[in-house]
């Protein structure tokens, strides 16, 4: 099996800054792309930012200029740079990865628990 684990999230200050980490781990496998999504209580999951293998990168209009989606390829990991946070931005935050398992030659589409994050005074 293949697993995603984040990291980073918690209680922060608006204004304030974090660092949102994803690992993928297990099977031999190769990743097309990976991303962010985030689900605030009561609404719908949405689309953070996002990062092909080619390292084209996409960002929802409420986030760019603040936030930053970067790899480390050697390590399977997909980071998120959150700065000059808002209230707004509280949510459980979700890392996304579509990947092709080498072993099967099939392509499937896997999430992460989700991680914390907390804006508020």
């Known amino acids: 099996q293949v697993q995603l684990v984040e990291s980073g999230g918690r209680l922060v200050q608006p204004g304030g800054s974090l660092r949102l980490s994803c690992a993928a781990s297990g099977s031999i496998f190769s990743i097309n792309a990976m991303g962010w999504y985030r689900q605030a209580p009561g609404k719908q999951r949405e689309l953070v930012a996002a990062?092909?293998?080619?390292?084209?990168?996409n960002y929802a209009d409420s986030v760019k200029g603040r936030f930053t989606i970067s790899r480390d390829n050697a390590k399977n990991t997909v980071y998120l740079q959150m700065n000059s946070l808002k209230p707004e931005d509280t949510a459980v935050y979700y890392c996304?990865?579509?990947?092709?398992?080498?072993?099967?030659?099939?392509?499937?589409?896997?999430w992460g628990q989700g991680t914390q994050v907390t804006v508020s005074s």
């Open positions: 990062i092909t293998s080619s390292g084209s990168t």
């Open positions: 996304n990865a579509y990947l092709r398992q080498i072993a099967t030659m099939t392509w499937h589409d896997y």
